[in-house]
């Protein structure tokens, strides 16, 4: 009896997990159910539909196509030089910074020049000795040679003599100026000269004279030289002595550059000659300031050929008002040598090529900023770095051409401008 009872029960226990798990799996597919509904009812809601892909657009446009050779160069500049030192002395001040503007003539560095003040003065010692030397005649000299010598012409050497004598005394004492010592001195050198009886004297007493002069020249010369000066308007891009630095002639002080004196070199090809020639425009870019655009003009060409590299030379003058660029900066520099007139052009951007052919996007079927790229396969006619030109009839001035975000597009995508 037990038995039968528990197999009723399990009968009882089995049917009901088996109509559970029935309930379970049959509400899972209704779920399933609902959302494949869902699914499908969305499907055909966006049927149709394809979305916009983002992209730029620019029109077709018809002008003149400006023709341009790239070529590559380097800044430098006209004016620059190593100012070295050309007496010696021991640096006594330094007025300047490096990268400091200053003018032409500005006293940059001063030299010790207490020696220098020392030899000038005594130069200019010797000089009043050689001048009395040449000038100053004992009366006998000039009485001895009387006989050559008219009484009128005796007593004008003897005033101008005693004239001569006072000078000096006076220029001793500081009651003349130099000039006024040399003009008196002068004047009687002249009288002994023109007597004729003098001028083997006046000849042997001149050697000494010239040499005193020259002497005192020389030493003026070394003392101006204590002050060292700029040569020219420039910016001092190094600096190679210190304060209190022994300096010799020769030897290195400062490097001056005059930034407005700025030009680029470049390089063209020979078979590039024809079409570059003196004063033409150019446009400038430099690497460093890539959002400027510089205008400059080519200044020179060198008249030699490199037989190696087959190049020449060619300089363009850049006005740098502001100092902004500087040498040894690298620039590209464009010389436009010609002019295609009425061409229809478009954008170097709007080209794409593809299996050895080029083609644009031109936008149709526009509703607002939407539309349809359909592609066309153009031929292409001359080009600058920016803009080129189209020789196909399918493109037409005014056509909308793709510019941006069309690299990937398949034909007739559907696009919004942006």
Same mark, same amino acid.
């Given at each position: 009896?037990?038995?039968?009872?528990?197999?009723?029960?399990?009968?009882?226990?089995?049917?009901?997990?088996?109509?559970?798990?029935?309930?379970?799996?049959?509400?899972?597919?209704?779920?399933?159910?609902?959302?494949?509904?869902?699914?499908?009812?969305?499907?055909?809601?966006?049927?149709?539909?394809?979305?916009?892909?983002?992209?730029?657009?620019?029109?077709?446009?018809?002008?003149?196509?400006?023709?341009?050779?790239?070529?590559?160069?380097?800044?430098?500049?006209?004016?620059?030089?190593? $100012? %070295?030192?050309?007496?010696? #002395?021991?640096?006594?001040?330094?007025?300047?910074?490096? !990268?400091?503007? =200053?003018?032409? /003539?500005?006293?940059?560095?001063?030299?010790?020049?207490?020696?220098?003040?020392?030899?000038?003065?005594?130069?200019?010692?010797?000089?009043?000795?050689?001048?009395?030397?040449?000038?100053?005649?004992?009366?006998?000299?000039?009485?001895?040679?009387?006989?050559?010598?008219?009484?009128?012409?005796?007593?004008?050497?003897?005033?101008?003599?005693?004239?001569?004598?006072?000078?000096?005394?006076?220029?001793?004492?500081?009651?003349?100026?130099?000039?006024?010592?040399?003009?008196?001195?002068?004047?009687?050198?002249?009288?002994?000269?023109?007597?004729?009886?003098?001028?083997?004297?006046?000849?042997?007493?001149?050697?000494?004279?010239?040499?005193?002069?020259?002497?005192?020249?020389?030493?003026?010369?070394?003392?101006?030289?204590?002050? $060292? %000066?700029?040569?020219?308007? #420039?910016?001092?891009?190094?600096?190679?002595?210190?304060? !209190?630095?022994? =300096?010799?002639? /020769?030897?290195?002080?400062?490097?001056?550059?005059?930034?407005?004196?700025?030009?680029?070199?470049?390089?063209?090809?020979?078979?590039?000659?024809?079409?570059?020639?003196?004063?033409?425009?150019?446009?400038?870019?430099?690497?460093?300031?890539?959002?400027?655009?510089?205008?400059?003009?080519?200044?020179?060409?060198?008249?030699?050929?490199?037989?190696?590299?087959?190049?020449?030379?060619?300089?363009?003058?850049?006005?740098?008002?502001?100092?902004?660029?500087?040498?040894?900066?690298?620039?590209?520099?464009?010389?436009?040598?010609?002019?295609?007139?009425?061409?229809?052009?478009?954008?170097?951007?709007?080209?794409?090529?593809?299996?050895?052919?080029?083609?644009?996007?031109?936008?149709?079927?526009?509703?607002?900023?939407?539309?349809?790229?359909?592609?066309?396969?153009?031929?292409?006619?001359?080009?600058?770095?920016?803009?080129?030109?189209?020789?196909?009839?399918?493109?037409?001035?005014?056509?909308?051409?793709?510019?941006?975000?069309?690299?990937?597009?398949?034909?007739?995508?559907?696009?919004?401008?942006?």
């Amino acid at each position: 009896m037990n038995k039968i009872l528990k197999i009723i029960a399990f009968i009882v226990i089995t049917a009901g997990v088996l109509f559970i798990g029935f309930k379970v799996l049959q509400e899972k597919r209704n779920d399933e159910t609902e959302i494949i509904k869902a699914a499908t009812k969305g499907d055909k809601a966006t049927e149709g539909k394809e979305s916009a892909l983002p992209v730029k657009a620019l029109k077709v446009v018809r002008g003149d196509l400006p023709l341009r050779l790239n070529i590559s160069a380097s800044a430098d500049v006209w004016e620059k030089a190593m $100012v %070295k030192a050309e007496t010696s #002395g021991k640096v006594e001040r330094i007025n300047f910074n490096i !990268g400091q503007w =200053v003018p032409k /003539g500005s006293a940059l560095i001063q030299l010790d020049d207490t020696e220098k003040k020392l030899d000038v003065d005594q130069q200019k010692a010797e000089k009043l000795r050689s001048y009395s030397n040449y000038l100053v005649k004992e009366d006998s000299t000039i009485t001895g040679s009387s006989t050559e010598l008219s009484a009128e012409k005796r007593t004008e050497l003897a005033a101008l003599k005693q004239k001569y004598l006072q000078s000096v005394d006076d220029f001793q004492k500081g009651k003349i100026q130099e000039s006024q010592f040399e003009a008196a001195g002068n004047a009687y050198q002249e009288a002994l000269i023109f007597s004729g009886d003098l001028r083997e004297e006046v000849r042997k007493a001149q050697e000494g004279l010239s040499g005193s002069i020259i002497g005192l020249k020389r030493a003026e010369l070394d003392l101006m030289r204590t002050t $060292v %000066k700029s040569p020219f308007d #420039g910016m001092i891009a190094t600096l190679a002595v210190s304060k !209190g630095e022994k =300096v010799s002639i /020769g030897q290195d002080l400062f490097k001056v550059v005059n930034l407005k004196s700025l030009y680029l070199k470049g390089y063209a090809l020979e078979s590039e000659i024809s079409k570059i020639k003196v004063g033409t425009k150019v446009r400038i870019r430099f690497d460093s300031f890539p959002e400027d655009t510089v205008y400059g003009e080519l200044a020179a060409i060198s008249p030699e050929i490199d037989p190696e590299r087959k190049t020449l030379d060619i300089y363009v003058k850049v006005n740098n008002p502001d100092n902004r660029y500087l040498p040894g900066m690298h620039a590209a520099i464009d010389i436009e040598h010609d002019v295609i007139q009425n061409v229809m052009k478009v954008p170097q951007s709007a080209v794409i090529p593809r299996q050895g052919r080029y083609l644009v996007f031109i936008v149709k079927d526009l509703k607002g900023t939407t539309g349809t790229a359909y592609w066309e396969y153009v031929e292409l006619g001359d080009q600058n770095d920016e803009e080129i030109e189209i020789r196909s009839a399918a493109i037409k001035e005014g056509d909308l051409v793709l510019v941006d975000g069309h690299y990937t597009l398949a034909h007739q995508s559907h696009v919004k401008i942006q």
